[in-house]
């Protein structure tokens, strides 16, 4: 047994090492950002390899938040992912107890072909969706940013899941006292999913301020940037920009929702992967 | 949309007044009559509550979705120019299967059996594992025949294809960027399942240490593409990345990843594995959850060492799990782009071009929607084969 307890410090001790090891690149960026311009552009090691930040400077920070686009496409990703996330909840939660709890017609056919949207990953659509939005004049507009991602149906077989979970005496009891459907749904059923809503949230909002490839081809005006993809307007050319600190300055600002998100509501995120996965 | 935003005093069940979200829709004249009595009118206020809560979702999904994945298929049977349609859009010329035809064929292609010799007995001795796998009952017979098919399919015949001297390609870099993502695939996702599971495995545990640990490995998970290749940029470049320093530190000349033809795809893939790390791990700690104890109480009265566990009920018990982790990866890691358009802007010469970044390219710097179209199509149906591969595991039919 002594040995046992032995060999379990050990693979503790080499695992918090590994976690050191594995947290170096996001030290590294926070420290960069909190060392000055001129002396990054020198040497990015001045002290432990750069990952103390010596001297110390607030310099970086505080001009991302003041000057330049970075603080319009923090506003920009903050409306994209509120608008998304809000959007999401509302249609995933009403379709989802519909699918979950009414019997109308068809919706054996019509919650299988919702499904099926699963297996369209956004590259197939993203060139047609380009030039819908193009007709449309949608591009460089929050609209065009967020719409796509509310039809991607993972919300609403969340929600379904949750709500077929739910059992019938608590509808039941409400029909006899003469509620209908709508009073049901926002009373009983949209109090009792909270755990489920907050899960689905944390995850749209991660993925409308994380994402990439569709802001890439739809927003082509700078001021129409979020973060995601300012940031990396930015590293094109990052040498001569607006010097090593300030873009690991933004780099942190981008990250420090998301990160702070996660700390927060870590078993949301958890278990809304096991989840999503089919877990 | 028509939905009151406060609900309104109900009337007793029976009658025909309609709930909240019915009375905005139109109520059809004079429903059916026929078996009548509650039941019936019931049922009509249950198709039209049910209509109109699912109809804004329903709505988005065939204006976002189904559309543009329809118009795709259509926009890929034409000579489709981005800038030329914009200006006129009778421009689009319809070309059939032609942009399929140049992507996936050539003039003067052959088949021979020593082509690609080596790679295609690698992927027979595969098959030959999957059937063995069958024979000791591992794995089911419905996924061993699709691994035979598959296989003898793509390695016997498929891989056996190339040009002959006089001949060429379509599209000479089809084939090597669908090897580049395949490649890409190849190496991230045994990476990321391996190091996941050894993670599980040590932080399965219910106190704090292990708990702040978890949250350390999935902290890089949550950070943006664009974060990661920042971060990552600089690590790897020689003369201010903190890899270099480490290397300058040990008396070694620093390595230049991302310009070097055989490290870029390396590198990227390291920062791939640093990213996604955390997603492994956890479906690999939900997995561990479901094992229930007692086997692990059975195998200590039985004086079972911690490898003789792990090996012989942890492991067995995690297999759907595994398939899953590996499934769904692979559907991840297909759809690469950030990391090959931001650090390696597909370079050195292609090296670590993939098929998202060549849409990508092909669309909106060629302006070739067409044959943009089709490439993604194409990556669509390789993408469905391992989405109804994970529908399989996920119902636990295997």
Do not use: C
Not at chain 1, 151 to 161: E, K
Not at chain 2, 44 to 49: F, N, P, S
Not at chain 2, 146 to 171: K, S, V
């Amino acid at each position: 047994m002594a040995g046992n307890r032995g060999a379990r410090r050990l693979v503790t001790l080499l695992l918090v090492l590994a976690a050191l090891v594995w947290l170096v690149p996001i030290v590294w960026m926070l420290s960069l950002a909190l060392q000055p311009n001129e002396l990054l552009a020198r040497t990015t090691s001045n002290v432990a390899w750069g990952l103390v930040p010596w001297p110390f400077t607030l310099d970086n920070l505080t001009f991302v938040l003041s000057q330049g686009l970075t603080p319009r496409w923090f506003l920009n990703s903050a409306i994209v992912a509120v608008s998304m996330t809000l959007l999401v909840l509302a249609l995933s939660a009403m379709a989802g107890y519909a699918f979950a709890r009414i019997r109308f017609p068809g919706r054996r056919i019509i919650y299988p072909l919702v499904l099926a949207g699963l297996v369209i990953p956004e590259q197939a659509v993203f060139i047609p969706l380009y030039t819908m939005f193009a007709d449309w004049g949608w591009h460089n507009g929050y609209a065009a940013l967020v719409a796509p991602r509310l039809a991607v149906p993972i919300g609403v077989f969340l929600m379904t899941q949750f709500f077929r979970g739910i059992p019938d005496y608590i509808e039941e009891a409400a029909t006899l006292d003469g509620a209908g459907r709508w009073t049901i749904f926002t009373r009983i059923m949209l109090p009792l999913s909270v755990p489920a809503m907050v899960t689905l949230a944390i995850l749209t909002f991660l993925y409308a301020w994380n994402d990439y490839l569709w802001p890439l081809v739809s927003a082509s005006r700078p001021e129409m940037f979020t973060i995601t993809l300012g940031l990396a307007s930015l590293q094109a050319n990052f040498a001569d920009s607006e010097g090593l600190g300030r873009v690991m300055a933004s780099g942190v600002l981008a990250s420090l929702p998301v990160v702070l998100m996660f700390l927060l509501f870590q078993r949301h995120v958890v278990r809304g992967i096991a989840m999503g996965s089919g877990k | 949309m028509a939905i009151p935003s406060t609900p309104r005093p109900q009337p007793a069940q029976a009658g025909p007044a309609q709930a909240g979200p019915a009375q905005a829709g139109p109520v059809p004249a004079g429903a059916p009559p026929a078996p009548a009595r509650a039941g019936a009118s019931v049922k009509v206020r249950d198709a039209i509550a049910g209509y109109l809560f699912i109809a804004p979702f329903v709505l988005v999904y065939a204006l976002f979705l189904v559309t543009p994945f329809l118009r795709g298929i259509w926009i890929s049977l034409h000579d489709w120019n981005l800038l030329a349609v914009a200006i006129n859009p009778d421009a689009a010329r319809f070309v059939g299967a032609r942009n399929y035809v140049r992507m996936l064929w050539g003039e003067g292609i052959v088949w021979s059996a020593d082509h690609q010799v080596a790679l295609r007995l690698v992927g027979l001795v595969a098959v030959a594992a999957v059937l063995w796998a069958w024979h000791r009952g591992a794995v089911g017979r419905g996924t061993a025949l699709a691994a035979l098919a598959a296989g003898l399919l793509l390695f016997g015949l498929l891989l056996g294809l190339h040009p002959d001297e006089a001949g060429r390609w379509g599209d000479r870099r089809f084939w090597p960027i669908v090897g580049n993502t395949l490649t890409f695939v190849g190496l991230t996702v045994p990476s990321v399942t391996l190091v996941g599971l050894a993670l599980a495995l040590g932080l399965n545990r219910d106190d704090r240490i292990s708990a702040v640990l978890r949250t350390a490995f999935f902290l890089s998970q949550v950070l943006s593409v664009t974060v990661v290749t920042l971060i990552w940029q600089l690590t790897f470049s020689p003369r201010q990345g903190i890899l270099g320093h480490l290397f300058r530190s040990l008396g070694l000349e620093p390595i230049t990843w991302v310009t070097d033809i055989n490290l870029a795809m390396p590198a990227i893939v390291i920062a791939t594995v640093w990213w996604s790390l955390g997603f492994a791990m956890i479906l690999f700690l939900a997995g561990l959850q479901e094992i229930p104890n007692e086997h692990y109480e059975a195998a200590r009265i039985d004086g079972a060492g911690l490898w003789a566990v792990i090996r012989h009920i942890t492991l067995p018990a995690l297999s759907r799990t595994t398939t899953l982790v590996v499934v769904l990866q692979i559907i991840l890691h297909f759809q690469v782009f950030g990391q090959s358009h931001l650090i390696t802007r597909g370079g050195p010469n292609d090296a670590t071009q993939v098929l998202v970044r060549y849409i990508y390219q092909t669309g909106f710097r060629n302006s070739e929607l067409g044959y943009a179209s089709a490439l993604a199509i194409v990556l669509f149906l390789f993408m469905l084969v391992f989405a109804m591969l994970q529908l399989r595991v996920s119902r636990g039919d295997d």
